[in-house]
T-cell receptor, first 112, second 115 residues
Framework: QKEVEQNSGPLSVPEGAIASLNCTYSDRGSQSFFWYRQYSGKSPELIMFIYSNGDKEDGRFTAQLNKASQYVSLLIRDSQPSDSATYLCAVIRDDSWGKLQFGAGTQVVVTP | DADVTQTPRNRITKTGKRIMLECSQTKGHDRMYWYRQDPGLGLRLIYYSFDVKDINKGEISDGYSVSRQAQAKFSLSLESAIPNQTALYFC??????????????FGQGTRLTVV
């Protein structure tokens, strides 16, 4: 079992709609959770981080964390063509000194 | 200028050749990492370093070595390149913010092709 799992997609979303991305993790010791956006051939770009159960909103993005169920999700509201990218979920265990464990990523395609 | 700089950006090399990928940072961070990315596999950790005297293997270190020449420089070497090391390589740094959170910064990536 992979430590961090995501659906690979592609997730096709009409422009203006909500994109919903899910991520599950296996290590209950995971404490910090991140969403990165990566355009093809480019480096990952941090868009959200969350540490506590519940929701965290930043502009059009909302991260949701449920430690009991071991999943973290990302909602993208009012999706734009520029949101078309691969979204990587990453976790850090509290004893891992900042080592990020990545999922394989979900490709999102926003269609006009 | 980028805070985390990788050189070269693209490289094609032959099987059996030794190659070095270099990373330098101006963030002043102690922690540095090398990841590789393959299609459908996400980023996987090769090596990491928490200071000049501290080098640690990641999950896929076989066939690679690293050198931490200074706080700002962390190099990755492929002693004898093989085709399945063809991948996109990323260097990263991280630090703990004043609020106790970890923040990571990535270089632009090096696309390596071994033929």
């Amino acid at each position: 079992q992979k430590e961090v799992e995501q659906n690979s997609g592609p997730l096709s979303v009409p422009e203006g709609a909500i994109a919903s991305l899910n991520c599950t993790y296996s290590d209950r010791g995971s404490q910090s959770f991140f969403w990165y956006r990566q355009y093809s051939g480019k480096s990952p770009e941090l868009i959200m981080f969350i540490y506590s159960n519940g929701d965290k909103e930043d502009g059009r993005f909302t991260a949701q964390l449920n430690k009991a169920s071991q999943y973290v999700s990302l909602l993208i509201r009012d999706s734009q063509p520029s949101d078309s990218a691969t979204y990587l979920c990453a976790v850090i265990r509290d004893d891992s000194w900042g080592k990020l464990q990545f999922g394989a990523g979900t490709q999102v395609v926003v269609t006009p | 200028d980028a805070d985390v700089t990788q050189t070269p950006r693209n490289r094609i090399t032959k099987t059996g050749k030794r190659i070095m990928l270099e990373c330098s940072q101006t963030k002043g961070h102690d922690r540095m990492y090398w990841y590789r990315q393959d299609p459908g596999l996400g980023l996987r950790l090769i090596y990491y370093s928490f200071d000049v005297k501290d080098i640690n293997k990641g999950e896929i270190s076989d066939g690679y070595s690293v050198s931490r020449q200074a706080q700002a420089k962390f190099s990755l070497s492929l002693e004898s390149a093989i085709p399945n090391q063809t991948a996109l390589y990323f260097c990263a740094t991280s630090d703990v913010t004043r609020t106790g959170n970890t923040e990571a910064f990535f270089g632009q990536g090096t696309r390596l092709t071994v033929v």
